[in-house]
């Protein structure tokens, strides 16, 4: 560390410092030829305020004291365990679960020596710490490198280290995900890469969400290995109703087999089917030999109507992306030639309605006032004026420039339902609509979901809102070219699925009956069951105003009746409980609150399912992780090679301790010693002064 004085004046100024420290103290002190010091003492007090002085006047040329201080960061070398449960399915397990777990730590602490060691474990989650307890359900190496890259882009990373069996189930193939991941790469293959005996369901394909008394088809897809000449049985079950079975031979080694069987839905809401293939003698494991799928009954579709003024690429697209949601059922008609009554709807799509071309105030009248939600689309073929006319909180002015090219700018603060971080990014990459000129007059109780941007400018004007008059739900998506949004989804992603699901939320608002419960639960029908149960709570006085003054309070109940009582935590204005992770299972619950003289009650229900994803796949792929390893200038070990880690490691040109050199300045006159000194000085002075009694 070097230390030197810096200061933004000539050096000579130093003289000047050394003359006023002089003056003040003979001025002080030889001035009056009459003081009774004596001739050392004079000597003594004149030092003392000469130095005090010199230090006051050298401080106020703002010196400061520059430090150069180097320091040296050893390199760092990541190690990233594969937590997941592929990697104890195999005969090998034991070593895994024991030996291994011994292994790994001793080569961490050898590494320790020479380099900074960071461990993590991932599978469905980035762990800071190494478990060994291979309870992930999915493997994920993108979220994994996502991660790392946050971490440590900026850092001396001499290599990461990734143990794993290479069979990943969540997330980008690794090879492709690793494509801007700039560190060195070293894998260790664990798992077993011999085909192992196995019979397993692979897949089960279905449908979701049915209606009632409809037949619904479900695929089954089987797999085997190494059961050539075995004998199954395939049964598919609710509760103790045992719906279908039949025989399999399985013909080879490697056997597929796909089996489509149709259900009748008999009863509404979620029903459970288990589906179970027999085991057969020395399997290496069972886990995979069954399945159970949730399938939502309901009673009916809602139906959707598209009304244009006139063909438009944008019917086409908004049909397809409402159609992606089965509880749906779309109609597109052109309005000189819609003759249906209106009321069986619940959802109307007014594409440039009304139009410069067609008004018919009449049915437009009819539609207003039948308190079905509205989704009107504006163009170049809308008659502003008599849009204005229907007062839906959004006054356009009426102009005979031309449109707009806005593009979408997400609102941050839209509450009306969640827009994850998906659709906001392909939002920023979407092409323009085409929106009318003007200043928009918004009623104050609009909610924006996108702003107009104009150019590189975010304007304030809406490109897509939503109002509700009364009890009836409106939306206005104020620009025309939304097939264009679709195109550019598919162009990006290779397929529609981020813009079905934008499409589908607003659909799924606006199509949604107001709720005038005053005590309401909110929760998903399904969870994974690594996926933490999250439900909110949300109570209503009779002013429809959100409160949450009164407790509210909770019980679970799984399927063996036993009861889990929990309180909900207040939010802002709401209620919100996490309970964490629960057991595969169905499980009801019952929710309480007390509000003034009222009780309210809320009952529901939900299911836990199982992931067997890492049970589908029981034969390790060191194939990826060898090209993993040699894509990023590394090489693939088995445990038994671990520790020539160390050797390849040392061997590197680019696995060095890295040197940073950092100046700082401080000025003296923030140096508490500096005080201090000064202090010490003039009060030395005074004391001498006194005990000579010249005070």
Same mark, same amino acid.
């Given at each position: ?19 006023? @420290? ?10 009056? *030829? ?24 050298? #401080? ?105 069996? @290479? ?92 089996? =489509? ?42 139906k959707v109507l598209i009304l244009a003024s006139a063909p438009h690429p944008d019917i086409a697209a908004l049909e397809q992306s409402v159609k992606q949601n089965e509880t749906y059922e779309v109609e597109t008609a052109l309005i000189n030639e819609f ?8 959802? =109307? ?15 437009? /009248? ?12 504006? @163009? ?35 509450? #009306? ?7 906001? *990014? ?26 107009? %941007? ?34 550019? /989804? ?50 209503? /006085? ?27 935590? %207040? ?40 992931? *067997? ?32 880690l160390l050797e390849m490691l040392k061997k590197r040109e680019d696995v060095k301790p890295m040197v940073y050199h950092q100046t700082k300045l401080t000025e003296l006159i923030n140096l508490y010693w500096i005080f201090a000194l000064i202090l010490l ?15």
């Amino acid at each position: 560390m070097n230390i030197r004085f810096v200061f933004g004046y000539p050096l000579w100024f130093l003289s000047l410092c050394i003359a006023l @420290g002089l003056l003040y103290a003979a001025i002080l002190y030889y001035r009056n *030829k009459k003081n009774d010091f004596s001739k050392q003492l004079l000597y003594l007090l004149s030092s003392l305020r000469f130095l005090a002085i010199f230090i006051i006047s050298f #401080l106020l040329l703002s010196p400061m004291l520059e430090k150069n201080i180097s320091n040296e960061e050893k390199p760092i070398i990541i190690i990233a365990q594969d937590n997941s449960t592929s990697i104890v399915i195999g005969k090998d397990s034991t070593y895994y679960k024991n030996d291994y777990s011994k292994q790994l730590p001793s080569l961490i602490n050898k590494l320790k020596n020479n380099y900074e060691v960071k461990t993590y474990s991932f599978g469905d989650q980035i762990r800071n710490n190494i478990p060994f307890s291979y309870t992930d359900k999915q493997t994920d190496f993108q979220s994994l490198f996502n991660e790392l890259l946050i971490r440590y882009s900026n850092r001396n990373v001499g290599a990461v280290v990734i143990a794993s069996d @290479g069979l990943f189930n969540k997330g980008m193939d690794p090879i492709y995900a690793s494509d801007n991941f700039p560190f060195p790469i070293y894998t260790i293959a664990l798992g077993d890469t011999n085909l192992q005996k196995d019979l397993f369901i692979s897949k089960v394909n279905h449908n979701h969400l049915v209606f009632l008394g409809n037949t619904f088809p479900i695929e089954i897809n089987i797999g085997a290995t190494k059961c050539n000449n075995e004998i199954t049985k395939l049964t598919v079950s609710k509760g103790k109703e045992e719906l279908f079975s039949q025989n399999i031979t399985i013909n080879g080694n490697n056997f597929n087999k796909t089996i =489509i069987l149709p259900l009748e839905a008999k009863q509404t809401g979620s029903q459970k089917y288990h589906i179970a293939l027999q085991t057969v003698k020395n399997e290496v494991t069972f886990t995979n030999n069954y399945r159970d799928i949730f399938v939502e009954v309901i009673d009916k579709k809602q139906k959707v109507l598209i009304l244009a003024s006139a063909p438009h690429p944008d019917i086409a697209a908004l049909e397809q992306s409402v159609k992606q949601n089965e509880t749906y059922e779309v109609e597109t008609a052109l309005i000189n030639e819609f003759n249906k009554p209106i009321s069986s709807y619940n959802l =109307i799509i007014l594409h440039q309605l009304p139009s410069i071309q067609y008004y018919n105030q009449t049915l437009l /009248n009819s539609i207003t006032n039948s308190n079905i939600p509205i989704l009107y689309i504006i @163009g170049n073929q809308s008659n502003v004026v008599a849009f204005n006319a229907l007062k839906n909180g959004l006054n356009i002015p009426y102009s005979k420039q031309s449109t707009n090219e806005a593009l979408p700018a997400l609102n941050n603060n839209f509450s #009306l339902f969640t827009i994850n971080e998906t659709i906001n *990014k392909l939002a920023q990459q979407l092409p323009p609509l085409y929106s009318p000129y003007g200043y928009y007059n918004i009623a104050g109780s609009s909610e924006i979901l996108f702003y107009q %941007k104009i150019g590189s400018v975010t304007t304030k004007q809406p490109l897509i809102m939503f109002n509700q008059h009364k009890d009836t739900k409106i939306g206005i998506i104020i620009g025309e070219g939304y097939w264009k949004w679709r195109l550019m /989804n598919f162009a990006i992603t290779n397929n529609h699925l981020i813009i079905d699901e934008l499409t589908n939320k607003i659909v799924q608002y606006l199509s949604v009956k107001v709720d005038k419960r005053p005590f309401r639960i909110l929760s998903k029908n399904s969870y994974p069951e690594n996926e933490s149960i999250t439900l909110n709570a949300e109570l209503y /006085n009779e002013s429809n105003e959100l409160i949450n003054q009164p407790e509210v309070n909770i019980t679970i109940i799984n399927s063996d009746n036993k009861r889990f009582p929990y309180a909900f935590s %207040k939010t802002s204005n709401a209620y919100s409980l996490n309970i964490g992770n629960f057991p595969v299972g169905e499980y009801k619950y019952e929710a309480k609150v007390k509000f003034g003289a009222k009780d309210y009650t809320q009952k529901g229900e939900f299911n836990v399912t199982e992931l *067997k994803i890492e049970y589908l796949q029981s034969v390790a792929d060191h194939q990826l992780l060898y090209l993993l390893a040699n894509k990023h200038d590394g090489a693939m070990l088995f445990p038994q090679q671990m520790n020539n880690l160390l050797e390849m490691l040392k061997k590197r040109e680019d696995v060095k301790p890295m040197v940073y050199h950092q100046t700082k300045l401080t000025e003296l006159i923030n140096l508490y010693w500096i005080f201090a000194l000064i202090l010490l000085l003039l009060t030395t002075e005074w004391i001498i002064r006194k005990r000579s009694g010249n005070y």
